[in-house]
């Protein structure tokens, strides 16, 4: 019971190392404000990865601590806790290959973010960021005692009065190395800030852990230790063969390797402002060379709708399909500027980047050397300059405009379509002609490139309404008001007035008097400062004044025998004659008869009779003495 009871206590207090551990960076990014974000990156083998799960164990760490120290001094300036926010699994562009060797990376970021005062951050030789952990994988062979050999992450950044960022390493491609082949691999890395970049090979460092105290600490340390080199390996002939490793000033590896193994190296970029090093940022890595047979699929040859290709273009905003032939015997991996796109295995890809396309092709049920496709170009093509002018911007009653295309391109390389309000009313012309208000829309359609341009315009109706009588009558040498209501503001409408006869004052004002002697026809142009124009006609009728007599005798003597009212004609509307009891005893619509002094054929006794006489201009109540 004892022995096991010690034997629990060894496995709980024994160090988790780091043998999951291939490889990582440190990421440093300005956020304004003197905040920073640290990010720390590892590529874990996930053979080796043990997840925590509870209070269980798992050498995956929940979170790390880097610390800051002076570049000059050494002395500690800070430490930061990073959290791991996720976790990714790395494409290998050879299925069979990497599942017939166990090849499963994964990748894993940690963030924090810390505040570096200007005041405190200010040494001119500058800082750096570090991370140490032991221990690498115990099967790399190209460096001594792996196994128990530590690895440090390491970044360098100047003083902080500026917002600089660190340079950031490209994800890598899932990758290895063939044996006696050629290879190339991607290790650039891109600068927020536009700095030059400087890339070279350097000794991974091992740092002060070891398997008793596997994190590093915040003591001072002088330096970092170097990994110390296998026999017939250096810095010089990290992977050997006839070609060893190397890294060119673009970021890419390259190297043609006689052995296989497991390799691990390092990469320093540098970081280059104004001629001057602001600071270096290192990717530790391991690389495996593998035996690899040489029975190669046929290079994949990359389509466009069953053409072959080497340069496509598509319109902004667009997709396009790019395909190679499909067969169940190979695997694919699409990669965009040499970087694998991550889930892009199919024998096609929807595309809307623009950039160099390659596809590799590999066997998918054995190990074999792989194949890549050449690359094609994918840019984008500009969508037609289209605008649409016309005469007018704003449409009058009953006018007609014109709507034309204006693009630098030449006419025949353009198809055009026009709606008006969504709906199409005209086909492939550069211009049309309009008589209706609403939301015009071009579309210009490049013959070439597919692409399509497009502008709208928006044409308001201007409608001018002008209220007056159609007609109206007056007594001869009365004046008539002529006032227009008009359904617009009239502020800076402009009225002119003309007439059938002479007109006399001013015939651009909005309101007019008049006393014409005759019947006379009025008409008022009202215009916009839009030119848009409305008329309006109203007629003036002038009626004589009536002479109505006061009595008649109605005795057939011929002498004054009617009820004539003189210069009515036409005027009167309606006539009614009362007696004394209020009985109606003559009507007339208009007075085309005049009253002879009779109520159902008798005549009526002698006596004063009212009236009411309705007419074109006004009403006249009145008494008519009938004579005997």
């Known amino acids: 019971m004892k022995k096991l009871l010690m034997y629990c206590l060894l496995l ?267 600071g270096v940022v290192r990717r530790d890595f391991q690389l495996l060379v593998i035996d690899c047979t040489d029975d190669a699929p046929e290079p994949p040859i990359i389509m466009q709708e069953n053409k072959s290709v080497t340069e496509v273009s598509i319109c902004p905003g667009t997709t396009t399909t790019l395909e190679t032939s499909v067969d169940p015997d190979w695997y694919y991996q699409w990669q965009l500027n040499g970087l694998n796109i991550p889930g892009a295995t199919h024998a096609t890809i929807a595309v809307t980047d623009t950039g160099s396309y390659t596809v590799i092709k590999s066997y998918s049920k054995k190990c074999t050397r792989d194949t890549t496709s050449a690359a094609i170009r994918v840019y984008i093509s500009a969508l037609p300059e289209i605008s649409i002018s016309t005469a007018k911007d704003i449409l009058c009653t009953d006018e007609t405009t014109i709507l034309t295309a204006n693009t630098p391109l030449n006419t025949n390389e353009l198809t055009y379509s026009w709606t008006l309000n969504n709906n199409s009313f005209a086909g492939n012309t550069p211009s049309v002609s309009i008589n209706e208000p609403g939301l015009y829309q071009l579309l210009a359609e490049n013959k070439n490139t597919g692409c399509i341009g497009h502008d709208t315009l928006t044409i308001p109706l201007e409608k001018i309404v002008i209220s007056l009588p159609d007609s109206l009558t007056i007594m001869k040498g009365t004046d008539a008001e002529l006032v227009p209501t008009i359904n617009i503001d009239d502020t800076y409408l402009s009225f002119t007035w003309t007439s059938s006869n002479t007109l006399t004052g001013d015939p651009h004002t909005k309101n007019i008097s008049v006393s014409p002697q005759e019947k006379t026809y009025y008409t008022v142009t009202v215009t916009s400062v839009n030119d848009c124009t409305t008329k309006r006609v109203v007629l003036v009728k002038v009626r004589d004044v009536m002479h109505i007599p006061s009595a008649f005798s109605p005795n057939n003597d011929g002498i004054n025998d009617t009820f004539e009212i003189f210069n009515s004609k036409d005027q009167i509307q309606h006539i009614r004659i009362y007696n004394r009891w209020g009985q109606v005893i003559f009507s007339s619509q208009g007075y085309n008869l005049p009253w002879n002094g009779t109520f159902k054929n008798q005549l009526v006794p002698a006596g004063s009779y009212p009236y009411i006489i309705e007419a074109d201009a006004t009403s006249y109540k009145g008494e008519i003495l009938v004579l005997r």
């Not at 090849?103 to 500058?126: A, C, F, M, R």
């Open 12 to 278: 709980i207090t024994s160090p988790v190392l780091s043998n999951h551990i291939v490889g990582g960076e440190l990421r440093m990014n300005g956020l304004g404000n003197n905040r920073f974000e640290i990010s720390l990156i590892q590529y874990w083998d996930q053979n080796n990865l043990t997840i925590p799960v509870g209070n269980s164990g798992g050498n995956r760490d929940p979170s790390a601590t880097l610390y800051i120290y002076n570049k000059r001094t050494r002395a500690l300036m800070e430490q930061v806790t990073v959290d791991l926010t996720s976790s990714s699994n790395i494409e290998y562009q050879n299925k069979a290959c990497a599942t017939y060797r166990s090849l499963n990376t994964v990748v894993g970021v940690y963030h924090g973010t810390v505040v570096l005062s200007p005041q405190k951050y200010n040494e001119p030789d500058g800082y750096y960021l570090v991370w140490e952990r032991c221990c690498r994988n115990s099967d790399i062979n190209n460096i001594m005692e792996p196994g128990s050999s530590g690895m440090v992450f390491y970044l360098e950044f100047p003083p902080v009065i500026t917002n600089n960022s660190s340079p950031e390493f490209t994800l890598p491609n899932g990758q290895y190395i063939c044996n006696k082949k050629n290879f190339t691999m991607n290790m650039s890395a891109t600068d927020a800030d536009g700095d030059q970049l400087r890339y070279s090979l350097t000794t991974p460092l091992r740092g002060h852990t070891n398997t008793r105290q596997p994190n590093g600490n915040s003591s001072t340390k002088s330096d970092y230790p170097s990994v110390e080199w296998t026999p017939g390996t250096s810095l010089a002939n990290v992977i050997p063969g006839s070609s060893p490793l190397s890294i060119d000033q673009n970021g890419m590896l390259r190297v043609n390797s006689d052995y296989i193994g497991l390799y691990v190296f390092a990469i320093q970029c540098e970081e280059f402002k104004n001629g001057k090093r602001i």
